[in-house]
């Protein structure tokens, strides 16, 4: 099933993600291999100095590949399990563009006093992406189209308009996130 997700189911995944449009885990989400992002407690990039072995999760009790596999490595002399060239086969696109108006301003979907910034996601099945810089070219699936959404607004406009949240109009510090989809 996994590996045919991308012709003949429609998925989404949506939630509070807590990463930046275009980091490295935000492309690995859309599709893109990744290398040496991932340990097992923390997400930071490490670069692995000694290859082991190679391993493959699987459902043991089916021939159902898992959804992502991985390499993993050996980097320390506290003997850490450092992963990388993680793979998925359920290439995403996000609904947000992350970026609003002329001129382009980052779109937001939190605002507090701490800052501004866009870790809530929307992420749909595509058949794929392609990702130039920050720019992502999407082709949909015959399955699932977006057919709208709602914009989210820039810093400056929640500034002016509504301040830091949560406050008295707001009850929560990120903003609703809605998408319109068409399933076939």
Do not use: W
């Amino acid at each position: 099933m996994i590996n045919k997700c991308n012709s003949l189911y429609a998925y989404i995944m949506c939630g509070d993600f807590n990463i930046q449009p275009y980091s490295k885990m935000y492309n690995f989400i859309l599709g893109d291999q990744s290398e040496y992002i991932f340990n097992e407690t923390t997400s930071s990039e490490k670069t692995p100095t000694e290859s082991t072995k190679t391993s493959t999760f699987s459902n043991n009790n089916s021939n159902r590949k898992h959804v992502i596999e991985f390499d993993y490595i050996i980097t320390d002399e506290k003997k850490e399990d450092y992963r990388n060239n993680f793979i998925h086969c359920l290439p995403f696109a996000s609904v947000y563009k992350h970026y609003t108006g002329e001129p382009r301003e980052l779109e937001i979907s939190t605002y507090n006093t701490c800052g501004a910034s866009n870790p809530d996601y929307i992420f749909y099945g595509v058949a794929n992406t392609i990702i130039s810089e920050d720019i992502v070219f999407v082709n949909e699936t015959s399955t699932l189209s977006l057919l709208g959404r709602l914009t989210l607004p820039s810093a400056s406009k929640i500034a002016q308009n509504l301040g830091p949240m949560p406050n008295s109009i707001t009850s929560s510090d990120h903003l609703l996130l809605l998408a319109h989809f068409q399933m076939k």
